[in-house]
T-cell receptor, first 112, second 112 residues
Framework: DQQVKQNSPSLSVQEGRISILNCDYT??????FLWYKKYPAEGPTFLIS?????DKNEDGRFTVFLNKSAKHLSLHIVPSQPGDSAVYFC???????????FGGGTRLMVKP | EAQVTQNPRYLITVTGKKLTVTCSQN?????MSWYRQDPGLGLRQIYY???????DKGDVPEGYKVSRKEKRNFPLILESPSPNQTSLYFC???????????FGPGTRLTVL
């Protein structure tokens, strides 16, 4: 059973609008969460993270929100740009911080 | 330039023929890991290494071996590849456990 789930395999938004990518997790012991971005033919790159002591972390156009009671986090991209088109993975370190558990990914397409 | 390199980038082989995918990082990172990416499943961790001569199983270690004889290198070995190991493989490294890993460009393996 997947401990980290991204229920939307794909998302299409218009340039300039908001993109919201969602992620749900089951393990209440997770206390740190990361988002990675992946372009075709490249490895994932770290985008933004959030600690469980916060409910929001912002970095430029990217904001991650954490709802611990719902075991849910979301990534907001405002405004969305065509260069944001990629696959986004949420990830949670488990096993004493030695392993990363990834969600299945959401493919974001930003249309000009 | 700080990077994680993998070789080969593409490989087509046949069932049972031993192969090795190399991984090297030039960032003096202690932590290295291997993942496989499959559609809808995201990235799943195969093995990881906290330091030289220290390796441990991830979520999907069956059919794989690793070694960490030097800090910079972390090869992935498939002693007897099978078609269900056809996948996209990523090597990654980090200075601090599973957090904020730097990924290589990926190796696309096809086992016929």
């Amino acid at each position: 059973d997947q401990q980290v789930k991204q229920n939307s395999p794909s998302l299409s938004v218009q340039e300039g609008r908001i993109s919201i990518l969602n992620c749900d997790y089951t393990n209440s012991m997770f206390d740190y969460f990361l988002w990675y971005k992946k372009y075709p033919a490249e490895g994932p790159t770290f985008l933004i993270s959030i600690s469980s002591i916060k409910d929001k972390n912002e970095d430029g156009r990217f904001t991650v929100f954490l709802n611990k009671s719902a075991k849910h986090l979301s990534l907001h991209i405002v405004p969305s740009q065509p260069g944001d088109s990629a696959v986004y993975f949420c990830a949670c370190p488990g096993n004493a911080g030695n392993m990363l558990t990834f969600g299945g990914g959401t493919r974001l397409m930003v249309k000009p | 330039e700080a990077q994680v390199t993998q070789n080969p980038r593409y490989l087509i082989t046949v069932t049972g023929k031993k192969l090795t995918v190399t991984c090297s990082q030039n960032m003096n990172h202690e932590y290295m890991s291997w993942y496989r990416q499959d559609p809808g499943l995201g990235l799943r961790q195969i093995y990881y290494s906290m330091n030289v001569e220290v390796t441990d199983k991830g979520d999907v270690p069956e059919g794989y071996k690793v070694s960490r004889k030097e800090k910079r290198n972390f090869p992935l070995i498939l002693e007897s590849p099978s078609p269900n190991q056809t996948s996209l493989y990523f090597c990654a490294s980090s200075s601090s456990g599973a957090d904020t890993q730097y990924f290589g460009p990926g190796t696309r393996l096809t086992v016929l």
